[in-house]
């Protein structure tokens, strides 16, 4: 977050948060500092026990997601493909196939539920869902002719200014056209008729703002989640040159945490762990598809004096720098802390003064804790 020295909700939330985080990192493992991943356990086992309770009857409280239930098919049997983990015997597979299949709109496309509007956004997951559990069986459910009609009649002609609504009536953005290129692509539908039929790639060029990321239409602040849909949607087509890369790189790399980790969504927000995803799966798109491009403002590239290093020691090399970048964040946090804590007191503000003192020694004792760590010595940070 940008720190322009004006007090406002948001810099009040941050600050907050890195008080918080600051106390957590007193009581770190060692071993997590020193990039020791062996200290790091997934709970394969608990996370696909969870899943699995997501498929068949929910509860009462989960009526809000009543048109979002193909979408809760697809995270879970795609997050236990990843976790390595079998599907449950109940609902078995020929029931969660023979579900997708009662949301598939005659006309093409799914809804979110039975009976419920094509929507892009659940056709992309009923779609995705059927492809991940795989076989004739669930592959013969989707009516490709329909569903390749459904999707060009989202298309907004590009002499209306392109895209693609997300159902009959609804709103243009950027998650249309990926939802329905994906879908497109995973059932080898002819993807360059969709795209020209709506302009696709005009239409998220122009989405992308003065920031360098990309909104959900042309004109919008650059989101996060936009900014994956547009970039996927054209690495499909093999035409991710379209956007400013250089400056989309530099967008997504400026909205890291340097303090607390992972990544904002826009510009000036809290980091969300949803966007470690969105934002974090921008750049090995950029890699792969955009490899010169993303780096074109490096003039590093070339001749670079770390280039025969050994990779432990490029990974040390960054752990070092993370862990600098972290202790001149907490100093300066401890300093502001400080202030704050003398300035309660000059002003007799006992209610503020007990909260602030715990704040400052947090600060400090985190700030210690980091250069114990690190090594590094302190540096007198001021605000």
């Not at 980091?271 to 590093?300: E, H, I």
């Not at 070092?320 to 503000?349: D, G, M, T």
Request: net charge negative; hydrophobic share 40%.
């Amino acid at each position: 977050m940008l720190d322009d020295g004006i007090a406002s909700d948001t810099s009040r939330e941050q600050w907050a948060l890195e008080v918080r985080v600051l106390d957590l990192y007193r009581h770190l493992d060692a071993r997590l500092l020193d990039g020791d991943d062996g200290a790091l356990e997934l709970y394969r086992d608990k996370h696909a026990k969870f899943l699995r309770k997501g498929l068949g009857c929910l509860n009462a409280g989960f009526l809000g997601l009543d048109a979002s239930r193909t979408w809760l098919c697809y995270w879970i049997l795609h997050g236990l493909v990843l976790l390595e983990r079998p599907f449950p015997a109940q609902p078995d597979r020929d029931s969660i196939i023979t579900f997708l299949a009662s949301c598939q709109d005659p006309e093409g496309g799914f809804g979110g539920g039975p009976y419920q509007l094509p929507h892009l956004a659940p056709t992309y997951a009923a779609v995705a869902a059927l492809v991940t559990l795989g076989g004739p069986q669930a592959l013969s459910v989707i009516d490709r002719p329909a569903l390749m009609r459904f999707l060009l009649r989202m298309c907004i002609p590009p002499e209306q200014g392109g895209g693609m609504v997300m159902h009959d009536g609804g709103e243009v953005d950027v998650r249309g056209c990926y939802c329905a290129l994906a879908a497109c692509h995973m059932l080898n539908l002819d993807v360059q008729t969709l795209a020209d039929c709506c302009g696709m790639v005009d239409f998220i060029r122009r989405c992308q703002s003065y920031e360098g990321g990309i909104g959900g239409e042309p004109g919008n602040e650059a989101h996060g989640g936009y900014t994956y849909c547009g970039l996927a949607a054209l690495c499909l087509l093999d035409r991710c040159q379209a956007l400013d890369i250089p400056s989309l790189g530099s967008w997504v790399a400026a909205l890291q945490a340097p303090f607390e980790g992972g990544y904002a969504g826009r510009t000036n927000k809290l980091v969300d762990g949803c966007y470690s995803f969105w934002q974090g799966a921008v750049l090995p798109l950029l890699d792969r598809y955009a490899p010169s491009n993303a780096r074109a403002t490096d003039t590093r590239t070339e001749q670079r004096p770390d280039q025969d290093l050994s990779p432990e020691t490029l990974a040390a090399r960054a752990l070092v720098h993370s862990l600098a970048v972290r202790l001149e964040a907490a100093e300066k946090l401890e300093a502001k802390a400080e202030a704050a804590y003398s300035s309660a007191v000059h002003a007799q503000n006992d209610a503020a003064v007990s909260n602030l003192q715990h704040a400052a020694r947090t600060a400090q004792h985190a700030s210690q804790r980091l250069r114990e760590v690190s090594g590094l010595p302190e540096r007198g940070v001021q605000c």
